[in-house]
T-cell receptor, first 118, second 116 residues
Framework: AQSVAQPEDQVNVAEGNPLTVKCTYS??????LFWYVQYPNRGLQFLLKYITGDNLVKGSYGFEAEFNKSQTSFHLKKPSALVSDSALYFCAVRSLADRGSTLGRLYFGRGTQLTVWP | EAQVTQNPRYLITVTGKKLTVTCSQN?????MSWYRQDPGLGLRQIYY???????DKGDVPEGYKVSRKEKRNFPLILESPSPNQTSLYFC???????????????FGPGTRLTVL
């Protein structure tokens, strides 16, 4: 079965410092990986995705993520955190092995609450 | 404005009273999906639809029904709600799965449902 793990429920970082939000996955076949962000009382917004190609993916708001196939990880990073980055972050995965009745499945992690303090 | 809309945004109901949460998108997306968000569990997929008249189960379909009669609408039906269906529900849409390419999803604002 496909799954996503976000090992940290909470990440705290000071403004201006680099941040990392971790994500590991388990899928059969090659993965499509996504990061979404949820601000308070809002729906999720797309940040970035890895489909194929360069392992370092750049996304919205200065975020980037590095795909590491050997470690089955897709950690979200930002060189310099802002207070406005404080939000709930979700990693999600789709598997190229999904076919037929599972073709549209998307698997989310439990989310990581990022708090950036001034 | 491109968007996914959900109604109602907030709903308090009682056990067993049938309800429908509507979802509509104006982006001509083929793919639509429903999720529930619960503390400590993240988002779990309930049902999804690859296109009109095509629906499939997600992780937690029990107690829910969906239909996709039109491309823009994907209502979620709870025929006999129970307290364990108290949750925050999100509808999402995206372009279709084309030759294995998965596109990012656009999410609605959420519907907070309480079942007493």
């Amino acid at each position: 079965a496909q799954s996503v793990a976000q090992p940290e429920d909470q990440v705290n970082v000071a403004e201006g410092n680099p941040l990392t939000v971790k994500c590991t996955y388990s899928v059969s076949g090659n993965p499509y990986l996504f990061w979404y962000v949820q601000y308070p009382n809002r729906g999720l917004q797309f940040l970035l995705k890895y489909i194929t190609g360069d392992n370092l993916v750049k996304g919205s708001y200065g975020f980037e993520a590095e795909f590491n196939k050997s470690q089955t990880s897709f950690h979200l990073k930002k060189p310099s955190a802002l207070v406005s980055d404080s939000a709930l972050y979700f990693c999600a995965v789709r598997s190229l092995a999904d076919r037929g009745s599972t073709l549209g499945r998307l698997y989310f992690g439990r989310g990581t609450q990022l708090t950036v303090w001034p | 404005e491109a968007q996914v809309t959900q109604n109602p945004r907030y709903l308090i109901t009682v056990t067993g009273k049938k309800l429908t949460v509507t979802c509509s998108q104006n982006m001509n997306h083929e793919y639509m999906s429903w999720y529930r968000q619960d503390p400590g569990l993240g988002l779990r997929q309930i049902y999804y639809s690859m296109n009109v008249e095509v629906t499939d189960k997600g992780d937690v379909p029990e107690g829910y029904k969906v239909s996709r009669k039109e491309k823009r609408n994907f209502p979620l039906i709870l025929e006999s709600p129970s307290p364990n269906q108290t949750s925050l529900y999100f509808c999402a849409s995206s372009l279709g799965v084309d030759r294995g390419i998965y596109n990012e999803q656009f999410f609605g604002p959420g519907t907070r449902l309480t079942v007493l």
